[in-house]
């Protein structure tokens, strides 16, 4: 052939994938809260419609009438809007939902597709009892065999039982092979033996789980289904309903499961809970997208992606087909990033949910915020450390005294910081952490070069006055109650002198008690 007729072939078909748009979904069930799992697998669904100039379409699968939680189906909304992921429209949604399907919504729409599949003979009414398919199992199990049903009622014309209220069963095919691509497993196969007629509407006119999912992402026109890969096993039965309805079929994607660092199942100790507990737990959204998709993508050697980046630089070929590991120690390092990352006004907001009083002053709140976004892993330790630096020691829900640096002071050190709190121009330095810290610097120097002072540690040797190393630590005890923590003299311009001298004369009062 030709390099011009191969060339319009290639461009003919590069037309074809340009018209039909990238339509993708994610349809959690209401019965719980979204996990990361699913998150992670709403994540590459979005990214992929986003990066194809697509549609991202949620579905809500609430058949399970008695198992369905309203507010596990509340949840589950909050939670996108949370992180940032926006779903568009369907049209298949009612005006009121927002864009969003809910599948307990649609029951005629289930019941006029089973309809037709009865009346093109492609499904029929089975009136095996439960009973009978027991007895059925139990018999092909003691044969050694897998319990299947065995296609009595396929073609069956004469007269139905009587007190049976029939199901329907898809008629599959009794010969050949289901063969599908998958996006990351390949080529997979499935001989029809292994699959029987199986049921798509139950006795009490409920449809099946197979017949809904394939119905729904045909008349929604997903043409791309990104998945864990535990749904492989249903692909041949939803290809089935597909191919009966004469829908064309999307392209499947089976993503590995996260597994726990020890390469199990992931549980709830491990990371599996619901999306908005790590919210509760001082996580920012932006965290969260980029932990998980690092957990089964990659490009290059990147580790930190903007959602703006991952639309960009997202491939379902770079998806990989090994199981990811679930790493804490990343995630809380990612979360430290973010933190640091944010804009305090933003910061603010977010850590009122956690306790965190507004400081008016933004010169010390910037000051603060600076320092203590350097030591928080979440927003959290980020609260904790605030209230030890705005909860006096002595009050009530304060930390109290650190015994063993209680044990460890200097009596010099004492001496001088009851001096300290009542020289006047102390509270000069407040106006800046320069001042402060020349101004101890100084302090220290004139009070240790009195003679009259000596210390009463042995290892200052007698008469050697007042050290830094001593003084310091017994200021910062009677400040915060502890060692440790973000400067010292950065503390003191923070809580300001008023607050600076009561806490001081506390402690001074409560030693002496």
Request: hydrophobic residues 35%; charged residues 30%.
């Amino acid at each position: 052939m030709p390099k011009s007729n191969i060339y319009k072939k290639l461009q003919n078909h590069k037309n074809k994938r340009r018209i039909k748009m990238v339509v993708t979904r994610f349809a959690p069930s209401p019965t719980g809260y979204l996990h990361i799992g699913g998150l992670r697998t709403a994540l590459f669904n979005y990214l992929h419609a986003r990066k194809n100039g697509g549609k991202f379409l949620l579905r809500i699968e609430d058949t399970d009438l008695s198992r369905n939680s309203k507010d596990a189906a509340e949840a589950i909304i909050k939670s996108f809007e949370w992180v940032g992921l926006e779903h568009d429209k369907s049209e298949q949604a009612p005006a009121q939902n927002n864009g969003i399907v809910y599948q307990s919504e649609r029951f005629e729409i289930y019941a006029k597709y089973a309809k037709k599949l009865i009346d093109e003979g492609k499904a029929y009414y089975c009136y095996m009892s439960k009973e009978e398919l027991e007895s059925l199992r139990e018999e092909q199990r003691a044969r050694g065999e897998t319990p299947k049903y065995d296609n009595r009622y396929r073609d069956f014309s004469g007269t139905p039982p009587k007190g049976i209220k029939p199901v329907i069963r898809i008629k599959a095919p009794l010969n050949g092979e289901i063969t599908f691509e998958d996006g990351i497993k390949g080529v997979i196969t499935i001989s029809a033996k292994e699959l029987d007629d199986f049921i798509i509407m139950r006795s009490d006119g409920s449809p099946t789980y197979n017949f809904v999912v394939a119905l729904d992402d045909a008349l929604m026109g997903v043409s791309d289904v990104i998945r864990g890969d535990d749904h492989t096993s249903n692909t041949p039965k939803q290809i089935i309903i597909y191919n009966a309805l004469g829908f064309s079929l999307p392209k499947f994607f089976h993503i590995p499961m996260i597994l726990n660092p020890e390469g199990k199942k992931l549980s709830k100790r491990d990371g599996a809970m619901g999306v908005m507990d790590y919210k509760l737990m001082g996580y920012l959204p932006e965290a969260i997208l980029n932990f998980l998709v690092r957990l089964g993508f990659s490009y290059e050697d990147k580790e930190i992606f903007s959602l703006q980046e991952m639309i960009e630089l997202f491939s379902t070929d770079a998806l990989g087909s090994s199981p990811s590991r679930y790493n804490q120690e990343k995630f809380l390092w990612l979360n430290q990033h973010y933190i640091k990352q944010c804009d305090n006004e933003r910061l603010e907001g977010l850590l009122s949910d956690f306790g965190v009083e507004r400081i008016d002053d933004k010169e010390k709140r910037d000051m603060l915020y600076a320092l203590l976004k350097d030591r928080s892993k979440t927003l959290i330790e980020f609260s904790a450390q605030w209230r030890e630096i705005f909860s006096p020691p002595s009050a009530e829900g304060g930390n109290g005294y650190d015994e063993k640096m209680l044990k460890k002071l200097d009596s010099l050190a004492l001496e001088a910081l009851g001096e300290l709190v009542e020289r006047e121009d102390f509270y000069e330095a407040f106006e800046s952490v320069e001042k402060m810290e020349a101004y101890l610097h100084k302090f220290v120097e004139e009070f240790g070069s009195e003679g009259a002072r000596s210390s009463d540690d042995s290892s200052e040797g007698k008469g050697s006055g007042l050290k830094l190393g001593k003084f310091m630590p017994a200021l910062r005890l009677g400040l915060l109650g502890k060692g440790g923590g973000i400067g010292l003299c950065e503390a003191l311009i923070i809580i300001e002198s008023k607050e600076a001298k009561q806490r001081l004369k506390d402690f001074l009062k409560a030693i002496k008690a």
